[in-house]
């Protein structure tokens, strides 16, 4: 059975930083990445990794102050954000791909405050 955890989340002000985890369980995967929900919007894409080559991508309100990364060894990636602003107040969500499947984690509050 497939499970995806995170940590991390948390109260920070503006300019802080957070750092993101996602352990994974009973598989391993092609992509990998997080997406967000700030309330009363959709889920959206933020950063995502490639198992083999590690290739990343971001949303472009996010390039340069956050960072994906993943540590194959323990099937986990991280999202480390920095320069933290108040619009990236959000449930953050982890998710991984393989094979026409989607997983997701439950989801971890991060609240910036100004």
Not at 80 to 103: I, W
Request: net charge positive; glycine share 14%.
């Amino acid at each position: 059975q497939v499970q995806l955890v995170e940590s991390g989340g948390g109260l920070v002000q503006a300019g802080g930083s957070l750092r993101l985890s996602c352990a994974a369980s009973g598989s391993m995967f092609t992509v990998m990445g997080w997406f967000r929900q700030a309330p009363g919007k959709e889920r959206t894409f933020v950063a995502g990794i490639t198992w083999y080559g590690g290739v990343t991508s971001y949303q472009d309100s996010v390039r340069g102050r956050f960072t994906i990364s993943r540590d194959i060894a323990k099937n986990t990636w991280y999202l480390q954000m920095n320069s933290l602003k108040p619009e990236d107040t959000a449930v953050y969500f982890c998710h991984a791909r393989v094979l026409g499947n989607v997983y997701w984690g439950q989801g971890t509050q991060v609240t910036v405050s100004s």
